[in-house]
């Protein structure tokens, strides 16, 4: 189920930065600009995430 949940977007990592041109999507943990639908490795999901993966077990 992971496939369906993971993406940058739903990682407690993701941090949008509202800015006069947009908004641009960061990372925390690797310290550089990301997309929303992009994902790595190192995905941790946020807590209601979480709850929505177990719902579907």
Not at 12 to 37: A, M, V
Request: net charge positive; proline share 7%.
């Amino acid at each position: 189920m992971k496939r369906k949940f993971h993406c940058c977007a739903t990682c407690t990592h993701f941090l949008p930065i509202k800015e006069e041109k947009g908004t641009r999507y960061t990372c925390k943990r690797l310290g550089y600009d990301t997309k929303p639908t992009y994902q790595f490795n190192c995905w941790n999901p946020k807590p209601h995430v979480k709850k929505l993966m177990e719902k579907e077990k």
